[in-house]
């Protein structure tokens, strides 16, 4: 998407010889689109004795774009979006049947104990995104007032949370950075010469990334993590090639927008 923009961009800056740059500040709130974040509760405990509850919330984002128009209707926007979120989890792992090599008649599993329980917490979490984005505005003139847009754009993304509470065990995977797209649309308002409003709704959708060969997996029950890293190191990791269960997720939201005009 940045390459074609790049390649396009010089023959469309020619349309018009008006041009103007704006800047943008703004902020909003964000719900999750897909059902990466729903609630899912594995409870194996009749068997396995094994519960576990995860949970994903969006929460509100903030903004700065830089945008140039080269003519009434086209233009570029630079977007660098902050957006704030938070993950759940309950787990409590008290043993798992585990195979013991045997051969019948002999027992070919056994129970291990494990008794790792842990009290629920709210974990917060952040995703952070720059975008280069083509604009197509709705009007005819710059000084027309209220006008719809539209844009479309690509980047890359970048997540912070804690590698043990989050990342390490959450559907979304341990990686931090990929790329993402990034749609949007609504209406700016002109106050002044100066001075307007951009009101806008916009989904964005991040791409994790996944070890070539292999295909993205979400083991449920006890399969999902690793015994080995257990015993070994004492931690909770999910198990899999990469760690990443979920290829893409996607939220949206909606963000007020105060814009300046060069």
């Known amino acids: 998407m940045v390459a074609i923009l790049l390649v396009f961009l010089p023959s469309l800056s020619f349309a018009s ?49 830089v945008q140039y128009f080269f003519s009434n209707r086209w233009g570029i926007q630079l977007e660098f ?41 709210w974990e917060n979490w ?5 975008t280069l984005s083509l604009l197509f505005a709705g009007r005819r003139y710059f000084t027309q007032k209220l006008y719809p847009y539209l844009s479309v754009g690509a980047g890359f993304y970048f ?33 002044s010469s100066k001075l307007g409003l951009n009101l806008r709704i916009f989904a964005e959708m991040i791409r994790r990334s996944i ?10 029950g006890l399969d999902q ?6 015993l070994d190191e004492g931690k909770i990791v999910r198990y899999g090639y990469g760690r990443v269960f979920e290829t893409t997720f996607t939220y949206g939201g909606i963000e007020l927008s105060l814009e300046f005009r060069l």
């Open 211 to 220: 070890m070539s060969s292999y295909r993205a997996y979400l083991w449920v």
């Open 17 to 65: 010889p008006k041009k103007v740059i704006i800047l943008g500040f703004g902020a909003g709130y964000s719900l999750a689109i897909d059902a990466t974040f729903q609630e899912i509760v594995y409870d194996f405990s009749a068997q396995d004795e094994f519960y576990f509850k995860e949970k994903g919330r969006m929460k509100h984002c903030l903004n700065f774009n």
């Open 126 to 130: 952040s995703l952070s995104s720059l």
């Open 225 to 230: 993590f690793s015994l080995d890293t257990y």
């Open 81 to 121: 979006s902050h957006q704030e979120a938070s993950y759940f989890s309950h787990l409590e792992w008290y043993g798992k049947w585990t195979p013991t090599g045997k051969l019948p008649p002999e027992p070919t599993r056994e129970y291990l104990e494990i008794n790792h329980i842990e009290d629920p917490y």
């Open 159 to 191: 997540l912070n949370a804690d590698e043990e509470l989050v990342l390490n065990r959450w559907r979304l995977g341990a990686r931090k950075r990929g790329s993402t797209l990034k749609l949007g649309g609504g209406f700016k308002y002109r106050l």
